[in-house]
């Protein structure tokens, strides 16, 4: 059983930074781990996802060169760093992760354990 704990986040004005944290319990290794966000009345969208054992790394064109994602192997966390925020990046962000061994996947659903979500609004 993998547990994910979130933090960080909050409000922030446009162009401003925020960074989140997902601390992971259990082993890691092969483990695929993935930011996902929803707005309201939108579906949840794939932001960005890491490999753990490799730091090999996937965007979404809408937040490639704003948000970096990174992994703290002693701490067994990943981050998420969201630079030049816009307001449509308002939206409650999700840390998930699955076991995998080939690539890295934008569906939610291959994921199979889930952050508690935290909210992050943009203002104009």
């Known amino acids: 059983q993998v547990q994910l704990v979130e933090s960080g986040g909050g409000l922030v004005q446009a162009g401003g930074s925020l960074r989140l944290s997902c601390a992971a319990s259990g082993r890691t290794r092969n483990w695929r781990m993935g930011w996902f966000r929803q707005a309201p009345g939108k579906e949840r969208e794939f932001v960005t996802a890491?490999?753990?054992?490799?730091?090999?790394?996937d965007y979404a064109d809408s937040v490639k060169s704003r948000f970096t994602i990174s992994r703290d192997n002693v701490k067994n966390t990943v981050y998420l760093q969201m630079n030049s925020l816009k307001p449509e990046d308002t939206a409650v962000y999700y840390c998930?992760?699955?076991?995998?061994?080939?690539?890295?996947?934008?569906?939610?659903?291959?994921?199979?354990?889930w952050g508690q979500g935290t909210q992050d609004t943009v203002s104009s």
């Open positions: 890491i490999r753990w054992s490799s730091g090999n790394s």
């Open positions: 998930a992760a699955y076991s995998g061994f080939v690539g890295l996947s934008h569906n939610p659903y291959d994921y199979d354990y």
